[in-house]
Nanobody, 120 residues
Framework: QVQLVESGGGLAQPGGSLRLSCAAS????????MCWYRQAPGKQRELVAT???????NYADSVKGRFTVSRDNAKNTGYLQMNSLKPEDTAVYYC??????????????WGQGTQVTVSS
């Protein structure tokens, strides 16, 4: 059984920073991509950032230059450093482990979500 546990959300002021973490545990051979999504009230879930096991990254236009995705493959942990936060970044942030190789197959897994609120 694979679990993703997120941490690091909370309240930040506009212009401030937060760092989210997503730790995957269980019988994991490899994780192709660690992804971060967010969902604001009344809006669809959107992809924020992705990092593959090879180090390739991709960002939504709305966060380019402000957010940085990283991962520690040895620890099966992903990170999202969020700088220059804006009120429109307020949302529940979810991590997603894409194409996780475990005994018996390849699956995707989701974290429980963590609230990020940007407000003065």
């Amino acid at each position: 059984q694979v679990q993703l546990v997120e941490s690091g959300g909370g309240l930040a002021q506009p212009g401030g920073s937060l760092r989210l973490s997503c730790a995957a545990s269980g019988s994991i051979f490899s994780i192709y991509a660690m992804c971060w999504y967010r969902q604001a009230p009344g809006k669809q879930r959107e992809l924020v950032a992705t990092m593959t096991s090879g180090g390739s990254t991709n960002y939504a236009d709305s966060v380019k230059g402000r957010f940085t995705v990283s991962r520690d493959n040895a620890k099966n942990t992903g990170y999202l450093q969020m700088n220059s936060l804006k009120p429109e970044d307020t949302a529940v942030y979810y991590c997603n482990a894409d194409s996780v190789v475990v005994p018996g197959g390849v699956y995707d897994y989701w974290g429980q979500g963590t609230q990020v609120t940007v407000s003065s």
